[in-house]
Nanobody
Framework: QVQLVESGGGLVQPGGSLRLSCAASGNIVSINTMGWYRQAPGKERELVARATNSNTNYADSATGRFTISRDNAKNTVYLQMNSLKPEDTAAYYC??????????????WGQGTQVTVSS
């Protein structure tokens, strides 16, 4: 059973920073993509940043402010968020494409962590 567990959300003032973490666990053979999506109330879930084994890409809203990184030895992905704005307020979800033992590659989602940017 593969699980993704996120941490690091919270309340921060505009202009502040937060670092989200997401650790994958279970009978993991390999991880291809790891990334972050977010969903604000009344809006669709949207990509924030994604990291494959060879490159990264970001939503326009995240470019220049957010940085995604991976620690493959720990099966963990991070999202460093700087210069946060009120419009970054959302539930942030970790996402990964993982091949587990005796299984095909599947998409997995974390439970979500709330980020609130407010003064």
């Amino acid at each position: 059973q593969v699980q993704l567990v996120e941490s690091g959300g919270g309340l921060v003032q505009p202009g502040g920073s937060l670092r989200l973490s997401c650790a994958a666990s279970g009978n993991i053979v390999s991880i291809n993509t790891m990334g972050w999506y977010r969903q604000a109330p009344g809006k669709e879930r949207e990509l924030v940043a994604r990291a494959t084994n060879s490159n990264t890409n970001y939503a326009d809203s995240a470019t220049g402010r957010f940085t995604i990184s991976r620690d493959n030895a720990k099966n963990t992905v991070y999202l460093q968020m700087n210069s946060l704005k009120p419009e970054d307020t959302a539930a942030y979800y970790c996402y990964a494409v993982i091949m587990a033992m005796r299984d095909i590659s599947r998409s997995y989602w974390g439970q979500g962590t709330q980020v609130t940017v407010s003064s």
